[in-house]
């Protein structure tokens, strides 16, 4: 069976339109004398509109929300005739918090246009350079930021979720599935509550077992949680962990390869992670839930390059305008699962039902 996938990406048609400006070859010394000696034969050069990220700590190749945002950017480069680097478009990796000021500030010194901070972690950096620097275009993604030339991007995650839910309940064979998330924050929550009400929609018999690892970028953490859970019964995980999610993938692996015949499997989250699954001819990418940073990036992208830049605004993308979507991976849900997904899926977009943000026992 094909790949199919539910809420699918926001199309675009991004336009590859570019801005010609008069600049000068050679260092600035001959241009003086060449406008001095009134010689005004210049070669025209193309100004093009730039963009740059900076990822938060999980790093750029997290094969997660980071990867996916800079798929984004470079699709959105390719696109448009952009060159990596200075004019074009780039990234800088963060390795720590103390690293998110000095990376924005140096795109901001290599004269990005728009420079996107990936991750609720970078708000309080990127709001503090987008106050000192008015004047310049930033974009948040997973954070809300009333800095005037700050977008905000937000997701709907607990409809992606929702959608996992009904997936792991329908699939699981012990009833008993997990979810493991990195930090306890509310963007992780409403995967979290998401999930747990897609469950409880499609059997309310089947038990959840939650833990939260304290960490985006601890892989070692991933898999020990995923170690007690796959022990105790679990045998479907839902991870949203970034880079601590490689660990549950690394846990259901050594299973797979002990026991090919162990029913046992990880749904992914933010990117497809269906080769992360790869275990000789086995899988264990059940789907992935996809949250298309990458879509939502290279829309925010277009409207800036066209003057529209939506600075103090809050996007928010959910099902119904196609921003997260559950992928089939190559096959491993069968057709009736996926009827009742497709089924859930057009209740949330109609307002049948609606996904709560938060899960119950915290509030």
């Excluded at 030339?149 to 699939?171: D, H, I, P, R, Y």
């Excluded at 959910?318 to 096959?331: A, H, I, K, N, Y």
Aim: proline share 3%; net charge negative; glycine share 12%.
């Amino acid at each position: 069976m094909g790949k199919r996938k539910f809420g699918l990406g926001l199309s675009f048609l991004l336009a590859a339109g570019m801005i010609l400006g008069a600049c000068g070859g050679g260092d600035k010394g001959q241009q003086k004398e060449k406008e001095n000696a009134g010689n005004n034969e210049q070669q025209p050069a193309e100004d093009t509109f730039s963009i740059a990220m900076v990822t938060d700590q999980g790093g750029v190749d997290d094969k997660s929300f980071n990867q996916s945002a800079w798929k984004g950017i470079q699709e959105y480069g390719k696109e448009n005739n952009l060159q990596k680097g200075d004019g074009g478009y780039d990234y800088l990796e963060s390795k720590g918090p103390a690293e998110y000021a000095p990376n924005l500030n140096k795109l901001v010194s290599r004269d990005f246009d728009l420079i996107f901070g990936v991750g609720y972690l970078v708000k309080d950096a990127i709001e503090d350079i987008a106050t000192e620097r008015p004047d310049n275009h930033f974009a948040l993604v997973d954070e809300v930021s009333d800095v005037p030339n700050v977008a905000s991007v937000m997701f709907k995650e607990q409809e992606g979720a929702f959608l996992a839910g009904v997936v792991a309940a329908n699939m699981t064979k012990s009833g008993k599935v997990g979810f493991i998330g990195g930090m306890d924050i509310p963007v992780i929550e409403r995967f979290e509550a998401g999930f747990i009400a897609g469950v409880k929609a499609a059997n309310p018999d089947v038990k959840v077992e939650v833990h939260y690892a304290g960490d985006f970028t601890k892989a070692e953490l991933g898999k020990s949680a995923a170690n007690m859970m796959y022990s105790s019964g679990v045998d479907i995980i839902f991870h949203a962990a970034g880079g601590t999610g490689n660990g549950v993938f690394s846990e259901a692996k050594e299973r797979k390869k002990a026991n090919p015949d162990e029913f046992i499997w990880v749904i992914g989250v933010d990117s497809d992670q269906y080769d992360e699954g790869q275990v000789g001819e086995h899988n264990v990418t059940l789907t992935s839930m996809l949250k298309r940073v990458d879509i939502a990036v290279k829309k925010i992208a277009e409207q800036a390059s066209n003057g529209e830049f939506p600075g103090g605004v809050v996007t928010t993308y959910g099902l119904q305008d196609q921003g997260v979507e559950l992928t089939d991976s190559r096959g491993a849900i069968p057709d009736d699962v996926l009827a009742e997904v497709e089924e859930y899926t057009k209740k949330i977009i109609d307002g049948e039902i609606e996904v709560p943000e938060f899960v119950e026992k915290k509030k």
